[in-house]
């Protein structure tokens, strides 16, 4: 077995236009991967896709990833044109300033509704999309799936409480998955999870740096709680993904694993 092959595996890469997703779209491409992308703004997919597309075989469907039977006539598609499905990758995931609290408010000024909808994007984001196309997977007997949790489950994170109570409840849902696919469909289907520290992204990139690129107080509290003294480059994430999708970790289930610089593991004295 070659350690980490992905060349010709069959990849459905959900949030791919995003700055995780996509960077990992690049790296899975590189590798030779047969990538399946899902996005909901076209001409977001259209500029990745030619990014991807010297490296190797890419399609894209505009879909919203909560819509099941938009997901399942995805699917359709798919297995007429491909014939399998090796790996999901669900990288959709964010919050909503409803569900953040700032430093002037408490937890009573939380928007109920914000709340329920950050819930719905992190946890039925990833749960209908493994439910469609993890389908596919216990009818082969054989797939990998891998959801992005986050830091603020482990620990709390103040501001974030919609979003670290959502990410909770889809590493809770991802263990129960690996568990059930394991025991009902057997040992070639796997799900786990990644657990990103912090990376710069369009959602948190005001949080934590100013415009002039200096670090907002927040980022500094992170960096230095971060041993590796950085936040993480998107490439950073890529290894441990290939890691979880390929055969090389197929004794591996129901994991979340830290990408985080140390940050998990430092008390901060
Ligand atoms: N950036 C970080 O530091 C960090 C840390 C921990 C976890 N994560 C998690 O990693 C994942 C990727 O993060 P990111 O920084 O790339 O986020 P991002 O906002 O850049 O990307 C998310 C992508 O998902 C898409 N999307 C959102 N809702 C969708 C829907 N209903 N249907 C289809 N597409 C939809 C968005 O359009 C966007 O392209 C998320 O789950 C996030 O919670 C990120």
Redesign the pocket.
């Known amino acids: 077995m070659t350690m980490f092959e992905l060349k010709n595996h069959v990849l459905i890469v959900?949030?791919a236009?995003?700055?995780?997703?996509g960077a990992l779209a690049l790296s899975l491409a590189k590798a030779g991967a047969k990538l399946v992308l899902?996005?909901?703004?076209q001409l977001l997919l259209e500029e990745l896709k030619e990014k991807l597309i010297p490296h190797s075989f890419v399609e894209y469907h505009v879909?919203?990833?909560?819509n099941r039977n938009a997901l399942l006539q995805v699917r359709e598609k798919l297995m007429a044109k491909l014939g399998r499905i090796d790996g999901l990758i669900n990288?959709?995931?964010?919050n909503l300033p409803g569900a953040v609290i700032p430093d002037e408010q408490s937890v009573f000024d939380l928007s109920e509704s914000d709340f329920d909808e950050v819930v719905d994007?992190?946890l039925k984001?990833t749960l209908v999309p493994c439910l469609v196309f993890g389908e596919i997977m216990a009818k082969q007997g054989k797939g990998s799936i891998v959801n992005?949790?986050?830091?603020t489950v482990d620990r709390v994170i103040t501001r974030v409480v919609g979003y670290s109570a959502a990410?909770a409840a889809m590493e809770n849902f991802t263990r129960w998955m690996a568990v059930e696919m394991a025991l009902k469909f057997g040992d070639g289907i796997r799900v786990n999870a990644i657990a990103?520290?912090?990376?710069i992204?369009?959602?948190?990139h005001k949080l934590l740096l100013n415009e002039d690129g200096s670090l907002t107080q927040r980022g500094e509290k992170i960096i230095r709680n971060t041993p590796m003294k950085h936040f993480?480059e998107p490439e950073e994430l890529c290894g441990a993904i290939h890691f979880l999708c390929s055969d090389s970790s197929r004794f591996v289930t129901g994991i979340v694993l830290p990408v985080d610089g140390g940050f998990s593991a430092f008390s901060g004295v």
């Open positions: 959900t949030g236009t995003g700055a995780l997703g899902l996005g909901r703004n879909v919203d990833v909560m990288a959709v995931g964010g994007l992190n984001g992005y949790s986050s830091m990410k990103p520290g912090f990376f992204g369009k959602q948190n993480g």
